[in-house]
């Protein structure tokens, strides 16, 4: 490591402390398709004036910088990142409740909490709203940012506001209505937003439907998606008018393979790590899938996974 790395790594152990920032991490041990290469600089910051700090140290030195959550929803390149990834994800997921007025209650989120605990917490608290999210594997910094959602429900549905920092380090309270939020897209990610924290207002309800609902989406995720397989979720957007996963099962795609990537059989609309899957593999895969969908129905399927780092 030359003499101007040594110096930026220990102002980063001095910001975050020894043991929030590592070198050379494998990325594939932070995603959940569980393939990617090193990043040069990886940070876990447990404080929002660490992630601050961190922030401003990378601008500063000219280092690129990529926020992450758990993972989810993320390909990352065979040949890693350059420049230092910032993880707000279990050191950063405190969860805490306000109670309002005329039957709600507010749910305060860190933006490293998984979206699944949030909505197993309002659950206990027979609190309705976030049923939606049982067994989506998001954070919920991610899920604001994307607007995610499945099953008839979205984030905008109970998003009242987020805390959010702009990448000159500057911090911003943000409303619902000004977010922007649309299908997958919002103005998080559109402006680079880094989200610190949400508030989700719900409303108070049976526990024992809350339940119900809550296991019957489960058992229908288990049923129809390839959970035994690592993987970053669907892989592709919904085209207007068509769904994806069936535009690659009737294009004849099904357990389609490049080496240990492949077309999941249960749902078509997710490409499976079967083993050791590379990102070349995935990309490989995807491309083909994309041609064949759009010579045989004249369909462009758009990648709804976010690709980062360098492909070789």
């Given at each position: 490591?030359?003499?101007?790395?040594?110096?930026?790594?220990?102002?980063?152990?001095?910001?975050?402390?020894?043991?929030?920032?590592?070198?050379?991490?494998?990325?594939?041990?932070?995603?959940?398709?569980?393939?990617?290469?090193?990043?040069?600089?990886?940070?876990?910051?447990?404080?929002?004036?660490?992630?601050?700090?961190?922030?401003?140290?990378?601008?500063?030195?000219?280092?690129?910088?990529?926020?992450?959550?758990?993972?989810?929803?993320?390909?990352?390149?065979?040949?890693?990142?350059?420049?230092?990834?910032?993880?707000?994800?279990?050191?950063?997921?405190?969860?805490?409740w306000e109670e309002d007025t005329g039957g709600h209650a507010v749910l305060h989120a860190q933006a490293g909490a998984l979206l699944g605990a949030a909505a197993k917490e309002a659950a206990k608290r027979s609190l309705s709203g976030l049923e939606f999210a049982a067994g989506i594997p998001g954070s919920i910094g991610g899920a604001a940012a994307m607007n995610a959602g499945?099953?008839?429900?979205?984030?905008?549905?109970?998003?009242?506001?987020?805390?959010?920092?702009?990448?000159?380090?500057?911090?911003?309270?943000?409303?619902?209505?000004q977010l922007d939020l649309g299908y997958r897209s919002s103005r998080i990610q559109r402006e680079g937003l880094i989200v610190l924290e949400a508030r989700l207002r719900l409303q108070r309800g049976d526990k024992q439907a809350i339940d119900s609902r809550m296991q019957e989406l489960k058992e229908a995720r288990a049923s129809k998606q390839p959970l035994e397989y690592p993987s970053a979720g669907s892989t592709f957007k919904r085209p207007e008018g068509y769904?994806?996963?069936?535009?690659?099962?009737?294009?004849?795609?099904?357990?389609?393979?490049?080496?240990?990537?492949?077309?999941?059989?249960?749902?078509?609309?997710?490409?499976?790590?079967?083993?050791?899957?590379?990102?070349?593999?995935?990309?490989?895969?995807?491309g083909h899938v994309q041609d064949e969908v759009y010579r045989k129905f004249g369909v462009r399927l758009e990648m709804e996974v976010k690709r980062v780092g360098e492909f070789l």
């Open positions: 490591m030359i003499a101007g790395q040594e110096e930026f790594l220990c102002k980063l152990k001095s910001a975050l402390g020894e043991d929030a920032v590592k070198t050379a991490e494998p990325m594939r041990e932070h995603t959940t398709f569980r393939i990617g290469g090193p990043a040069d600089y990886f940070l876990t910051p447990s404080r929002e004036e660490e992630i601050v700090q961190a922030v401003k140290l990378c601008r500063s030195e000219g280092i690129p910088l990529l926020m992450i959550g758990n993972g989810s929803n993320l390909l990352v390149g065979d040949g890693g990142i350059r420049g230092a990834v910032l993880q707000i994800y279990k050191n950063y997921s405190e969860i805490r499945a099953y008839g429900g979205e984030m905008k549905d109970v998003l009242c506001s987020v805390r959010v920092m702009d990448e000159e380090g500057k911090i911003m309270d943000l409303s619902a209505k769904f994806a996963g069936k535009l690659i099962m009737d294009a004849g795609l099904r357990g389609y393979r490049e080496g240990d990537a492949m077309v999941s059989v249960k749902h078509c609309g997710f490409i499976v790590n079967c083993g050791n899957a590379t990102a070349a593999q995935v990309m490989a895969v995807a």
